[in-house]
């Protein structure tokens, strides 16, 4: 036979062990959405891209090497984003001549986040731009630069904002430090 105190140790245990659980307690942490996962790792993305070549046989630039850095700088909840370009560009002409520019530029993009099987992404909508180059020596041909526009996708990986589309998108987007 049980003591009034035992009795009265089982309802109280009782009582706290039939209570309902808090709310939650077991549903799973809820998942984050692209672009929150995209800030938390940063949100000034920085691209470097090098290209070296040589131009028809109709044009004056014989071959040229080029470097263009784009960073890219995305606010919370915000759709339009600022990617500063800045190039620099060297070019050999046909007669001989060297030729060393820059071009820098500011555009307001338009992003959107979404996912890529399963995975983070960003889609970045870049007008046309045309910048001005300035060339040491100052005679250069071309005097200014100009940028299609166009949507790029990336995706995250490791970290990355890695290109995907168009196929021709080679950037890859570093957090800058």
Known sequence: ????????????????????RERGADAPPKRLSAEQEVLAIATVWQAL????????????VSVYDLKQRTTLTLRAG???????????????????????????GLAKVQVRFGR???EPAVEVQRPSLL??????????????????????????QDERLVG???????????PQQ
């Open 49 to 60: 891209e090098e290209e070296h070549g040589a131009r028809g046989p109709n044009h004056r």
């Open 78 to 104: 915000q759709r339009l984003a600022e990617e500063r370009i800045e190039v620099k560009e060297r070019f050999e002409l046909k007669n001989g001549a060297a030729f060393e520019c820059r071009a820098r």
């Open 116 to 118: 890529k099987a399963g």
């Open 164 to 174: 995907f589309a168009p196929p021709s998108e080679r950037r890859v987007f570093l």
């Open 131 to 156: 910048l001005p180059r300035t060339c040491s020596p100052s005679d250069f041909p071309e005097r200014e630069l100009q940028l299609s526009g166009g949507t790029s996708r990336f995706l995250l």
């Open 1 to 20: 036979m049980c003591r009034p105190s035992e009795l009265l140790l089982l309802a109280v245990l009782a009582l706290i062990g039939c209570r309902p």
